[in-house]
């Protein structure tokens, strides 16, 4: 059921922490920095996400940034919350676009032995 690696497969759907991570970012309209290989720095509400890119907005203007430039995804309030058991749970269940069912499991448990 778990993969190696921060994601893990349910009914073979693979599921990674960085989607559920920018997912709550996007659903709550956190407002974002995120730093590229360049150093620069783009802020803005992330508006939508796949598995190659980002789409930032700000004041009106869209930014799409390419994952593979991206070095940080920087939110500008806490989100660590997310990740404790009681809110994954959730988290999980108001995200019906990840198609997971809790079954109490922590996903997001790693073996470093």
């Known amino acids: 059921m778990y993969k190696s690696g921060n994601s893990f497969n349910r009914h073979n759907r693979e599921i990674r922490l960085q989607d559920v991570f920018l997912n709550y970012c996007r659903r709550e309209r956190i407002r974002v920095e995120v730093q590229t290989l360049d150093n620069k720095m783009k802020y803005g509400i992330i508006i939508g996400f796949d598995n190659h890119a980002i789409i930032l907005e700000e004041n009106k203007r869209q930014h799409l940034i390419y994952k593979s430039a991206a070095v940080a ?36 448990a790693t073996d470093f032995s």
């Open 73 to 108: 995804v920087n939110p500008q309030t806490e989100v660590n919350h997310i990740f404790n058991d009681h809110n994954r749970n959730f988290v999980i269940a108001d995200t019906p676009e990840l198609n997971i069912e809790s079954d109490g499991y922590s996903e997001y």
